[in-house]
């Protein structure tokens, strides 16, 4: 969601916060703010919108300094205005950022009214910074104001604070949002992502839960959250700084889709031999771990969640243990009954979804046997903070509509259904058979890919629709529930997804000419079934369009659009690929329909607060 950047430097930090912002477009936001310290001031810009206006802002009114902060804010706390954007002040000379939502600010904000504090926002953020200001006037430490400030707060956050009066310093503050440190020669960087500062450094500190750290020029000094002295390692950090490059491609997204052949061979790579999946790729403890796992209990959010369905029928099929399955801010909330021998699993794309951390932080306390993490960031705070890890590999995602992560979540999943079903008895014939059928995924691909051209023509029969409707039977359910999700986030097309079985028990109400249904059907024991599914939609003149293997045929009648797959698919490799049209699909129509398909409206990337 929100990002932050900031820099303590000799030389002119304006140009790498401004790059830094836009490297973190991706994430989504409303509005975009700088502020920098200049002759002992703050000068402070900021604009709603794109990160091109307040760039367009600068060329007009250049500004410069040594010492800054950058902002592109999220909205949760008043509306998407420029007063309401970031960097906040209070005074001339406390500038601040933040990430998070702070839940008594109300409490806090009516308590600095009284101390005469003039408000010109309805953030909670405005908040802090007075807060920090009232301090300030108490001890004339900037970093003891902002250590009393955040032992008052209650709930997430990530601030930077600068100070007017202490010009080469940025002062940091971590409570459940992430924030980290880049490493520079004789200058220093914060940001909430390692990808805004790749261009300046490769090393980076990570501060955790409850750290407040002092950056300067050529030091960095550490509290944690007991107020003692600590040192955070350094990390060299594996992205390139052009990783996160469009190229060729028209968006991000398009990108992403046409990457997930490279992406999957790579969460693939090193954890495979002789036919073999390997234990160790889930962590070097993991074989104690997987010896006494009884059953699994997954968590996660959105385009995660629905990873994790697909992972239910493969681990309750081939490895006959139990597998639930549950949205994470819903987790949070209830009290789950925890079965001996049960591991705790979370997907995520960043590692920093807000719900899903908090699942993973609340299942630590109880009597999981241990905790994974299923994720695509390593520096990630639910990679540092779960027993086992297994990353993705599938580079940077930039699109705020997930493509290859799910891919390469349903890879990963699929290398721990396997090391589980061996121990549930599966031979080792049996396994070298699954083990092919993934390696031949790349391949294969690359081979729905070559659809791309027909799913462009395809699109045209939804640009002018309102909704559609989504069908899938057994595993390929959650496949249509991410394809429906895919069309809304990025065409706003209302779109929904069920299993077949379910028309006649109430969405068959909707179908008619103008409502196109889409079901995947691959060659699979529950084929007959659907295709008696798909003629109740015909029988209502519902327009049916269908993405089938090359043996399946259901005629060349009308108002039936079938569109071959273009390999004879094997069951473990049928959720990744028949994922791909439907992400093509949703990416062509959002092109005729011209929305912001990198950065739909409303969302973000990286869902930092609940």
Known sequence: MCGIVGA??????????????????????????????????????????????????????????????????WATHGVPNESNAHPHMSGSDIAIVHNGIIENYEELRDDLKGKGFEF????????????????????????????????ELEGAYALVVMSANDP??????????????????????????????????RNFMFLEEGDVALVERKKITIWDSDDKLVERAAKTSEL??????????????????????????????GRIANGKVLDAAFGPKANDVLNVTKGVHIVACGTSYHAGLVARYWIEQLCRIPCMVEIASEYRYRSPVVPEGTLFITISQSGETADTLAALRAAREMEYISTLTICNAPESSMVRESDLVMTTNAGPEIGVASTKAFTTQLAALSLLTIVLA????????QEAALVAQLGELPDLIEQVLAMDASIEALAKHFADK?????????????????????????????????????????????????????AVAPDDELLEKLKSNLQEVRARGGELYVFADPRVHFGDRQGIHTMRMPAMIQDFQAPILYTIPLQLLAYHVAVLKGTDIDQPRNLAKSVTVE
């Not at 703010?33 to 919108?49: M, Q, W």
């Open 466 to 518: 309102n909704h559609a409707l989504f069908l899938g039977r057994g595993v390929q359910n959650p496949v249509a529930m991410e394809g429906a999700l895919k069309l809304k986030e990025i065409s706003y097309i209302h779109a929904e997804a069920y299993a077949a079985g379910e028309l006649k028990h109430g969405p068959l109400a909707l179908v008619d000419e103008d409502m196109p249904v889409v």
């Open 422 to 429: 061996r121990r549930a008895g599966l031979g080792k014939k």
């Open 120 to 151: 010109t926002s309805d953030t909670d953020t405005e908040v802090v910074a007075h807060r920090i200001q009232y301090h300030l006037k108490k001890s004339r430490d900037i970093v003891a104001a902002v250590k009393k400030t955040v032992a």
């Open 168 to 201: 080469e310093k940025l002062v940091l503050a971590r409570q459940g949002c992430p924030v980290v440190v880049g490493i520079g020669l004789d200058e220093n960087f914060v940001a909430s992502d390692v990808a805004a500062l790749l261009p300046v450094t």
């Open 240 to 269: 390139s700084a052009d990783a996160a490059e469009r190229g060729k491609f028209r968006h991000y997204m398009q990108k992403e889709i046409h990457e997930q052949g490279a992406a999957v061979a790579r969460t693939l790579d």
């Open 8 to 73: 303590v430097a000799e030389r002119n930090v304006v140009p790498i916060l401004m790059e830094g912002l836009r490297r973190l477009e991706y994430r989504g936001y409303d509005s975009a703010g700088i502020a920098v310290v200049n002759d002992g001031s703050v000068v402070r810009l900021r604009r709603a919108g794109k990160v091109i206006e307040l760039q367009n802002a600068l060329d007009d009114s250049p500004m410069k300094g040594t010492t800054g902060i950058s902002h592109t804010r």
